[in-house]
């Protein structure tokens, strides 16, 4: 019998480490030439300094990413569905990706980028369960494109959180004033842990795992592939 992801990973997640050596060479490519630089180094100090001066230019950057044909490739690539269906153990005619997104997390004390981006606790079933094309048995591949540790912001998890089910989410405006940035939060998990990271490593994580946004400390950027992943045959049983 093949074994599920949550049979293999009971805590509800795990770190992955796979073929995506291409997927983060034509990442950090893009980005580094979206401001003429040649380093991790240079490319947080350009985006912060710009920032500094109230620049949008790391939100352009994001975006241009985003919207960019080397993105969409990335996405749909061979070694991106390979990886996806080892995990959901189905065959890759079978994967559904969903919802693929790219983040770049200034360092913490840009307070307006903070409320903007941060997620505090939620389990992604929280958000994207209405949105079609995924279950709770889907899940969430969260690739940072450098090296990432607990003071970069790495992501953090609640082992077991899972083995409650789908989790009570509040909806809140993380600018209450302007009633802006919305977000859906659950409790915080009873223990947590915090996934660090070497470049060509995931983080993966299932659809009813409790984690929230890590607080970059540092002075560099925090950079992340996002997506999501079903199993086709799952979500027709799960219409
Ligand atoms: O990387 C992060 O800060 C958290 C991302 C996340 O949880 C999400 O996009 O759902
Ligand atoms: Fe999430």
């Not at 949008?56 to 996405?75: G, H, Q, T, W």
């Not at 940035?181 to 990271?197: D, G, Q, W």
């Not at 299932?206 to 799952?234: A, E, P, Q």
Request: with cysteine; hydrophobic share 35%.
């Amino acid at each position: 019998m093949k074994m599920t992801y949550l049979e293999n990973n009971p805590k509800g997640y795990s770190i992955e480490k796979w073929d995506s050596a291409d997927i983060i060479n034509t990442s950090q490519q893009f980005l580094f030439d979206q401001v003429a630089c040649y380093s991790e180094q240079q490319f947080s100090k350009k985006l912060i300094d710009e920032r500094k001066q109230n620049s949008k230019l790391p939100a352009l950057v994001a975006d241009n990413f985003m919207n960019s044909s080397e993105f969409a490739k990335i996405m749909s690539s061979e070694s991106v569905v390979e990886f996806s269906a080892s995990l959901l153990k189905c065959a890759t005619k079978d994967v559904v990706i969903a919802f693929p997104h790219f983040r770049l997390d200034l360092p913490t004390h840009f307070t307006e980028d903070q409320v903007r981006l941060n997620l505090p606790w939620h389990q992604e079933a929280g958000y994207f369960l209405e949105k079609g094309n995924c279950s709770v048995n889907s899940l969430v591949v969260s690739t940072p494109v450098f090296n990432c540790t607990e003071s970069d912001g790495a992501l953090v998890v609640g082992p077991f959180s899972h083995t409650d089910g789908l989790a009570e989410h509040k909806s809140v405006f993380m600018d209450q004033i302007n009633k802006r940035h919305k977000r859906v939060i659950c409790s915080a998990p009873k223990t947590y842990e915090v996934l660090e990271t070497l470049e060509g490593q995931s983080q993966v994580i299932t659809f009813l795992t409790k984690h929230r946004s890590g607080i970059n400390k540092n002075s560099g950027v925090r950079c992340t592939l996002l997506f999501r992943i079903s199993d086709k045959n799952d979500l027709l049983h799960n219409l």
